[in-house]
């Protein structure tokens, strides 16, 4: 992407599925929030890094293996550590969320 594009993303989970069959069967060599964050916040920070202005709200599923609500609607992640509360909000599955004054969905 050109460096003067900012990129506004939604990403809707399952993030690390309670499903998958390496997670059933317990064949796992990291916690999943760590799992979480390695696979995916990680990655998603840099990108977000390398384009300033840009917003990436993360939304849970009730497959979500790193939520602690079980039941739709979903409350929104609880991520521990040092995300960018500006580019990288984690939002719940339904409600109505303002993310600046002009621009609400």
Same mark, same amino acid.
């Given at each position: ?5 900012? =990129? ?5 989970? #399952? ?9 059933? $069967?317990?064949?796992?060599?990291? @916690?999943? *929030? ?7 916040? @990680?990655? =998603?920070?840099?990108?977000? $890094?390398?384009? #300033?202005?840009?917003? *990436?709200?993360? %939304?849970? /599923?009730?497959?979500?293996? %790193?939520?602690?609500? *079980?039941?739709? #609607?979903? /409350? ?21 969320? %303002?993310?600046? #004054?002009?621009?609400? =969905?």
């Amino acid at each position: 992407l050109p460096a003067q594009c900012s =990129l506004h993303m939604v990403q809707i989970g #399952p993030f690390i599925d309670s499903g998958h069959v390496l997670i059933q $069967d317990g064949d796992l060599d990291r @916690n999943p *929030a760590t799992m979480f964050r390695e696979v995916f916040l @990680n990655k =998603l920070s840099e990108l977000l $890094d390398d384009l #300033p202005g840009s917003i *990436a709200l993360i %939304v849970p /599923s009730v497959r979500d293996i %790193v939520s602690d609500h *079980a039941v739709f #609607p979903q /409350s929104e992640l609880q991520i521990e550590g040092d995300l960018d509360p500006v580019s990288i909000l984690m939002i719940t599955a339904v409600g109505r969320h %303002v993310l600046m #004054p002009s621009l609400s =969905l």
